[in-house]
């Protein structure tokens, strides 16, 4: 990868490739920068994160509706998106709370991970799919997935707090409720203080 048209070591090629781990370094950094500010949004704005995640898998079960009445896309990736949204909308009803290993959360896991697959396999294996539309695919797959697949989960994952961060008995603590911690900061949390660890030990 690094050789240029004469097999000679390329600076350029080596300066590219540096630059396109970098880039996407920063990009992953920025992203969970954001996430932990939406997980603090949410944290406090609890009421007004569920309005916002019911109202958006209304809007996407009723889009995945049209997508099969009225663009006539293929029924299997269709039923996938709507049986995932189906089971994200019972995850609402003990809203932000949730328990990992119970039976809507694993439903959620499940659908989510065929809802990839099964649109992933469309837009591979279906290529007039896209080309009726005259767009390019790479772009449009991603902008689909963005807001079709992935926008609901990304938007309970930084909202919903684990059932453990507030146990029988310690909502209050001497008369004072006890703060939650919704699962992207207690994840963050969890990550900055194996890495103050880790340096303490480094420099001990």
Not at 96 to 108: A, D, N, Q, R, V
Not at 148 to 174: C, K, R
């Amino acid at each position: 990868f690094f050789l240029d048209g004469k097999g000679t070591m390329s600076l350029f090629g080596v300066l590219i490739y540096v630059s396109g781990y970098l880039t996407l370094f920063i990009a992953a950094l920025c992203m969970a920068c954001g996430l932990y500010y939406l997980a603090e949004l949410a944290e406090e704005h609890t009421s007004l994160a569920k309005k916002f995640i019911r109202h958006l898998i209304h809007f996407q079960l009723l889009a995945h509706v049209l997508l099969l009445t009225y663009e006539r896309f293929p029924l299997t990736p269709v039923l996938c998106g709507l049986s995932a949204h189906a089971s994200y909308y019972t995850m609402l009803r003990r809203f932000p709370f949730i328990e990992p290993l119970s039976l809507p959360s694993l439903l959620s896991v499940s659908f989510f991970i065929a809802s990839n697959f099964t649109w992933f396999s469309t837009f591979r294996n279906d290529l007039n799919l896209l080309r009726r539309y005259e767009v390019i695919s790479g772009p449009s797959v991603s902008a689909f997935f963005a807001l079709m697949v992935w926008t609901t989960p990304i938007a309970l994952f930084v909202s919903l707090t684990l059932n453990d961060a507030m146990l029988p008995g310690s909502g209050e603590l001497h008369g004072a409720a006890r703060p939650r911690t919704s699962l992207v900061t207690a994840l963050i949390s969890q990550i900055r203080s194996i890495s103050a660890s880790f340096l303490h030990r480094s420099t001990a």
